[in-house]
């Protein structure tokens, strides 16, 4: 058995090794047993650092945003950049993320299937809420700066960002396979960007 290690210590090793084993399967078939053999610790362990199964679920879904969205925001944040270079910026360290942590997708997806409410629920929506205000204010941003079309609809156009991204990782989750998703993610972003840009204004033919 392993050495004894502070709380919080063991708690990190826990959250990783739920991470490692949702990276292949679906976090509802993980037990505590799984990831009391991933660190070599007996099952009963592992309850002296989280109550439930559950809290363990909650603590991933807590990592997640921490690191994800510190992420973004600092690429979003990068100098000398337009906000439409930010949101392009946003989209593959998004990818770049689900490619090194790919059981995080599979426990979102997993949780926003569920019909009732629950607390693991409410802090993937709160992940959510973040992501979306991040958005909204890059989007914002790039139509003060003119890139986006007048026309364009700010709230579609987050749904498509957001969508663009689950559409890749979904995709990649049922081939099993991520090696293609960054540079699927860079073809895609490339679409989703000129639907946004303000179009080149026809030239008027003078009539002879």
């Given at each position: 058995?392993?050495?004894?290690?502070?709380?919080?210590?063991?708690?990190?090793?826990?959250?990783?090794?739920?991470?490692?084993?949702?990276?292949?399967?679906?976090?509802?078939?993980?037990?505590?047993?799984?990831?009391?053999?991933?660190?070599?610790?007996?099952?009963?362990?592992?309850?002296?650092?989280?109550?439930?199964?559950?809290?363990?679920?909650?603590?991933?879904?807590?990592?997640?945003?921490?690191?994800?969205?510190?992420?973004?925001?600092?690429?979003?944040?990068?100098?000398?950049?337009t906000a439409l270079q930010s949101l392009r910026a946003v989209f593959m360290a998004h990818i770049s993320f689900v490619e090194q942590y790919p059981g995080v997708p599979r426990l979102i997806f997993q949780e926003l299937q569920h019909p009732k409410r629950t607390p693991l629920k409410d802090k993937v929506q709160l992940l959510m809420t973040d992501y979306r205000q991040l958005l909204m204010g890059?989007?914002?941003?790039?139509?003060?700066?003119?890139?986006?079309?007048?026309?364009?609809?700010?709230?579609?156009?987050?749904?498509?960002?957001?969508?663009?991204?689950?559409?890749?990782?979904?995709?990649?989750?049922?081939?099993?396979?991520?090696?293609?998703?960054?540079?699927?993610?860079?073809?895609?972003?490339?679409?989703?960007?000129?639907?946004?840009?303000?179009?080149?204004?026809?030239?008027?033919?003078?009539?002879?």
């Amino acid at each position: 058995m392993r050495s004894k290690l502070k709380s919080e210590d063991r708690q990190a090793e826990l959250v990783a090794a739920a991470l490692d084993l949702a990276a292949t399967q679906s976090p509802s078939e993980i037990t505590t047993g799984d990831l009391a053999k991933v660190i070599g610790i007996t099952q009963g362990a592992v309850f002296k650092h989280f109550d439930s199964k559950e809290g363990i679920w909650l603590a991933v879904v807590d990592w997640a945003h921490q690191v994800l969205m510190l992420k973004l925001r600092q690429v979003a944040e990068g100098e000398n950049q337009t906000a439409l270079q930010s949101l392009r910026a946003v989209f593959m360290a998004h990818i770049s993320f689900v490619e090194q942590y790919p059981g995080v997708p599979r426990l979102i997806f997993q949780e926003l299937q569920h019909p009732k409410r629950t607390p693991l629920k409410d802090k993937v929506q709160l992940l959510m809420t973040d992501y979306r205000q991040l958005l909204m204010g890059l989007l914002a941003q790039a139509h003060k700066e003119g890139v986006i079309a007048p026309e364009v609809d700010m709230q579609a156009a987050e749904v498509l960002f957001i969508g663009a991204i689950q559409g890749l990782v979904m995709q990649s989750l049922m081939t099993g396979s991520l090696e293609k998703i960054k540079q699927q993610a860079k073809t895609v972003f490339s679409i989703y960007e000129a639907g946004l840009l303000v179009s080149a204004q026809p030239k008027v033919r003078k009539l002879k």
